[in-house]
């Protein structure tokens, strides 16, 4: 059974630092796995997705790696902003239909 | 519409009603997705649609659950007789390929907040 997990549940950083969010999961049979925003109240913004043929995605000043041998996504943001505070969850397919959660990284950028 | 809609985007309802939740994907979008997402919890996989295919149900948490998806388009999520516990906000999300691809990238609408008093 797929599981998902984010470390840390909270991270808070001031302006400007780079930063690294965490996201493993146990079974490394899987189709992607994609990496979403939410902010307060609001639905799921998708930012990337990396396909399980692939090591990396880019946007902007988001990049995120896969491994897939060790059950490891990483989310880096550089130069971290205010507008970047939200929850970050990655998302694993490993079946046709499921796709499985992480719980999320709460992440503030304090000005 | 240019992204996936879902209403109401608010439901209050006393417990024992019925509900009734709407999804609308994004045209074309062959696959299609509900989840809930309880406070504090992440998301939880509810019912998938691909296509003609059956839909995979598993995630459903009770009989009280169903949902259809007419025309391989629009989706309706029922929770029937509902109770406290299924308070959550419910979303929907589409993408343009499902099934096997591993380019299938979901597109979440802003969600349904369903509080059952």
């Known amino acids: 059974k797929q599981e998902v997990t984010q470390i840390p549940a909270a991270l808070s950083v001031p302006e400007g630092e780079n930063l690294v969010l965490n996201c493993s999961f146990t079974?490394?049979?899987?189709?992607?796995l994609q990496w979403f925003r939410q902010d307060p109240g609001k639905g799921l913004t998708s930012l990337l997705l990396i396909q399980s043929s692939q090591r990396e995605q880019t946007s902007g000043r988001l990049n995120a790696s896969l491994d897939k041998s060790s059950g490891r996504s990483t989310l880096y943001i550089a130069a971290s902003q205010p507008g970047d505070s939200a929850t970050y969850l990655c998302?694993?397919?490993?079946?046709?239909?499921?796709?499985?959660f992480g719980s999320g990284t709460r992440l503030s950028i304090r000005p | 519409g240019a992204g996936v809609s879902q209403s109401p985007s608010n439901k209050v309802t006393e417990k024992g009603k019925d509900v009734e939740l709407r999804c609308d994907p994004i045209s074309g979008h062959t696959a299609l997705y509900w989840y809930r997402q309880s406070l504090g919890q992440g998301l939880e996989f509810l019912i998938y649609f691909q296509g003609n295919s059956a839909p995979d149900k598993s995630g459903l948490p009770s009989d009280r659950f169903s949902a259809e998806r007419t025309g391989g388009s629009v989706s309706t999520l029922t929770i029937q007789r509902t109770q406290q516990e299924d308070s959550a906000v419910y979303l929907c999300a589409s993408s343009l390929l499902g099934g096997g691809s591993s380019y299938n990238e979901q597109f979440f609408g802003p969600g349904t907040r369903l509080t059952v008093l």
């Open positions: 079974d490394s049979a899987i189709y992607n």
């Open positions: 998302a694993v397919k490993s079946s046709a239909s499921k796709i499985i």
